[in-house]
């Protein structure tokens, strides 16, 4: 039995390994480390597809365990990160005990914010979009709809240019709490629109054929260059504009 098969559902395990400690990360408020994971699997989100298609082993198992990957690395991270920095924003306390965690636990010692709850919205919209997906013959030249990893990087550069900008300005406006709960709104409509947008595949790398594909990469690595993690929401935007220009 060829072990080619099994190579691509390693990597998108590796893509769940990385999801799953970035959740433990983002749960103890270390958004750098939850997203340095979630950068690593996106990036085994990418190639178990492609090996899968350069090996010719793709099979509706492969579709199903990448899904399931997503489901963590790019829909319960974003939920949690989402919900910790509304929380922040509200100056709620951590969900911890006074005490250490033992048999006499009782949950009256929990501290939840309920409008941080609002921030798991973007993990509902996240599994709903990708059941759409694995349903929808069509997405296979083009997304309908914001793809989870481009979601959950916009989610996570809010943490990130808090940390690294030095921008007073936009470490105010990302904790305030409403900007935050339209930001979370507008991710969950974005997830599960209509809009399409194009797949980054290239199917041969031709100038012709790959225009957008090629203009939006240089532009985002000049945005990058340019703004740093800033740039991420700018990248979305731009994604957006271009894929209804090609339209």
Not at 36 to 54: T, Y
Not at 96 to 117: C, G, K, M, R, Y
């Amino acid at each position: 039995m060829s072990i080619n098969k099994y190579i691509p559902n390693f990597i998108t395990l590796l893509n769940l390994l990385c999801g799953s400690i970035a959740v433990i990360f983002a749960v103890h408020n270390n958004f750098i480390a939850a997203s340095v994971f979630v950068f690593l699997g996106i990036f085994f989100d990418f190639f178990d597809g492609l090996l899968a298609r350069k090996l010719n082993v793709q099979s509706p198992l492969g579709v199903q365990l990448d899904s399931l990957a997503d489901m963590v690395t790019s829909g319960l991270v974003p939920g949690i990160v989402m919900y910790k920095l509304i929380s922040m924003s509200v100056n709620a306390p951590e969900i911890v005990t006074q005490n250490e965690w033992n048999a006499n636990f009782s949950f009256d010692e929990l501290n939840i914010a309920p409008i941080a709850l609002i921030g798991l919205f973007i993990t509902l919209a996240s599994a709903y979009r990708l059941a759409k997906f694995n349903i929808d013959e069509d997405q296979q030249t083009y997304f309908k709809g914001l793809p989870t990893p481009a979601n959950t990087l916009l989610v996570l550069s809010l943490p990130l240019i808090i940390e690294f900008q030095n921008s007073s300005f936009a470490t105010n406006l990302i904790l305030n709490q409403w900007f935050l709960i339209a930001f979370t709104l507008l991710s969950c409509y974005l997830l599960n629109s209509n809009i399409k947008l194009f797949a980054l595949k290239f199917k041969d790398y031709s100038v012709t054929n790959n225009k957008f594909r090629y203009l939006l990469i240089i532009l985002t690595i000049v945005l990058l260059a340019v703004f740093h993690f800033m740039a991420i929401p700018l990248i979305i935007l731009l994604y957006i504009i271009l894929s209804l220009i090609k339209k």
